[in-house]
């Protein structure tokens, strides 16, 4: 999926450690460890969130692949301690035998003939987002260096939706960033706060889970990344292959597209207009910054949809693997809403999707190389885009 970049993880939810590589940055790429952390503690923050969350405090440590602040062109290495290992390295885990509808319990079962569904659940678990937010943060230090900024906010909790629609303008996309950061919800309408916050606690007082939808932004995109080619080389398809690998994501939409299906076309092509610079903008967003499987230089819109998640207190119909008998779900600590929990790990995903089509696009081993050839990307504007402007016929030798 990745043309330039490479990451791959291992661990377990209980286990000692998270152990993560990303190999494929160039050599020179500023990268502070504390801005990894920062976005760590992010995905840890919100309401609706776990028991876990109180035990957990993730620190990336970084044993390969950087030195003093830069990377060095090899791979990066990164773990992070599970701090419950503690509690859990010589405990007597009692067998597990009742699968969880809604998560890998079963399906882990039948495709790995595991005789224990814990040992479904550890990998399956969203324990390991923590090192795509760690791996990807890394992707974005880069980014926001060459001039690239992603953030993300909620446009709907549960029932509650917000009427947003995929923005143009920077200014008004960064404020609801802030809105946003600032929020226990990831909600970027300040008045619709305390509406999604009572969403959380209804679902708790009902022992139950709430999801959500989330919309997450790049600004500062060059056009021209990804190509209508090859299939496996569109990007709004590679971006929808990174949302929908994040636990609890169901659902992906590109800009406005699920509006967008109930409309003619007249009403939803974004015009393509001239401004005074000669830069070739558009009035509306709705297409989200992709056309074609190509950026446009307009800002990237994604939305994700999160299901609720599948561990309620109030228990689920299920068979008793031990006995064939029907039973019911027995609960495990989790999250009423992980909606919030998740703005970091989108954006870390997107991070790494964006930063492997700028490098696909731009090569480069060292920093100053890759730098310095984004700084000279081809632009939307009429200077980069000079047409022959002669008729021509079709010239193939058959
Ligand atoms: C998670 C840690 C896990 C889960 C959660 C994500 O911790 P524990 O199982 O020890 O409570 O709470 O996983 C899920 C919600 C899920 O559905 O997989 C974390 O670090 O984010």
């Given at each position: 999926?990745?043309?330039?970049?490479?990451?791959?993880?291992?661990?377990?939810?209980?286990?000692?450690?998270?152990?993560?590589?990303?190999?494929?940055?160039?050599?020179?790429?500023?990268?502070?460890?504390?801005?990894?952390?920062?976005?760590?503690?992010?995905?840890?923050?919100?309401?609706?969130?776990?028991?876990?969350?109180?035990?957990?405090?993730?620190?990336?440590?970084l044993s390969g692949?950087?030195?003093?602040?830069?990377?060095?062109?090899?791979?990066?290495?990164?773990?992070?301690?599970?701090?419950?290992?503690?509690?859990?390295?010589?405990?007597?885990?009692?067998?597990?035998?009742?699968?969880?509808?809604?998560?890998?319990?079963?399906?882990?079962?039948?495709?790995?003939?595991?005789?224990?569904?814990r040992l479904s659940?550890?990998?399956?678990?969203?324990?390991?987002?923590?090192?795509?937010?760690?791996?990807?943060?890394?992707?974005?230090?880069?980014?926001?260096?060459?001039?690239?900024?992603?953030?993300?906010?909620?446009?709907?909790?549960?029932?509650?939706?917000?009427?947003?629609?995929?923005?143009?303008?920077?200014?008004?996309?960064?404020?609801?960033?802030?809105?946003?950061?600032?929020?226990?919800?990831?909600?970027?309408?300040?008045?619709?706060?305390?509406?999604?916050?009572?969403?959380?606690?209804?679902?708790?007082?009902?022992?139950?889970?709430?999801?959500?939808?989330?919309?997450?932004?790049?600004?500062?995109?060059?056009?021209?990344?990804?190509?209508?080619?090859?299939?496996?080389?569109?990007?709004?398809?590679?971006?929808?292959?990174?949302?929908?690998?994040?636990?609890?994501?169901?659902?992906?939409?590109?800009?406005?597209?699920?509006?967008?299906?109930?409309?003619?076309?007249?009403?939803?092509?974004?015009?393509?207009?001239?401004?005074?610079?000669?830069?070739?903008?558009?009035?509306?967003?709705?297409?989200?910054?992709?056309?074609?499987?190509?950026?446009?230089?307009?800002?990237?819109?994604?939305?994700a949809a999160m299901?609720?998640?599948?561990?309620?207190?109030?228990?689920?119909?299920?068979?008793?693997?031990?006995?064939?008998?029907?039973?019911?779900?027995?609960?495990?600590?989790?999250?009423?809403?992980?909606?919030?929990?998740?703005?970091?790990?989108?954006?870390?995903?997107?991070?790494?999707?964006?930063?492997?089509?700028?490098?696909?696009?731009?090569?480069?081993?060292?920093?100053?190389?890759?730098?310095?050839?984004?700084?000279?990307?081809?632009?939307?504007?009429?200077?980069?885009?000079?047409?022959?402007?002669?008729?021509?016929?079709?010239?193939?030798?058959?």
């Amino acid at each position: 999926m990745l043309s330039r970049l490479r990451y791959l993880s291992a661990g377990e939810s209980h286990g000692p450690r998270l152990t993560a590589i990303l190999d494929g940055l160039p050599a020179g790429v500023p990268l502070d460890p504390a801005e990894l952390d920062a976005l760590l503690a992010r995905r840890q923050r919100g309401d609706g969130a776990g028991g876990r969350m109180k035990i957990e405090h993730d620190r990336v440590q970084l044993s390969g692949g950087w030195v003093n602040g830069r990377t060095t062109g090899g791979p990066l290495a990164l773990s992070i301690p599970n701090l419950d290992w503690e509690r859990w390295r010589d405990k007597d885990v009692p067998a597990f035998t009742r699968p969880r509808p809604g998560h890998a319990d079963l399906s882990g079962a039948v495709k790995f003939g595991h005789r224990e569904l814990r040992l479904s659940l550890e990998r399956a678990s969203a324990r390991e987002t923590a090192m795509r937010v760690a791996a990807g943060g890394a992707c974005l230090c880069a980014l926001r260096a060459l001039g690239v900024e992603v953030g993300g906010y909620a446009v709907a909790l549960g029932a509650q939706a917000l009427d947003l629609t995929p923005a143009v303008d920077a200014e008004a996309i960064r404020a609801r960033w802030a809105a946003a950061g600032a929020s226990r919800v990831a909600c970027p309408d300040p008045t619709r706060e305390d509406a999604l916050r009572a969403e959380v606690r209804e679902a708790r007082h009902a022992r139950d889970t709430v999801g959500g939808v989330l919309e997450v932004v790049a600004l500062g995109l060059p056009a021209g990344l990804g190509s209508y080619t090859q299939w496996d080389r569109r990007l709004d398809a590679k971006l929808a292959f990174a949302v929908l690998s994040v636990p609890a994501f169901k659902g992906v939409e590109v800009g406005a597209a699920f509006t967008n299906a109930g409309l003619r076309g007249t009403a939803v092509h974004d015009p393509v207009q001239r401004d005074a610079a000669g830069n070739l903008t558009r009035p509306s967003n709705r297409a989200g910054g992709l056309e074609g499987g190509v950026t446009n230089g307009m800002p990237l819109v994604i939305r994700a949809a999160m299901k609720p998640l599948s561990s309620t207190l109030t228990p689920l119909p299920t068979v008793d693997l031990a006995d064939g008998a029907p039973s019911e779900t027995v609960y495990e600590r989790s999250d009423v809403c992980a909606l919030p929990r998740a703005v970091p790990i989108l954006e870390c995903m997107l991070g790494l999707v964006l930063l492997d089509a700028l490098l696909e696009k731009v090569g480069g081993d060292s920093w100053d190389e890759v730098s310095g050839r984004v700084a000279g990307l081809r632009r939307c504007h009429l200077d980069d885009l000079p047409q022959d402007g002669v008729s021509w016929s079709l010239g193939y030798r058959e």
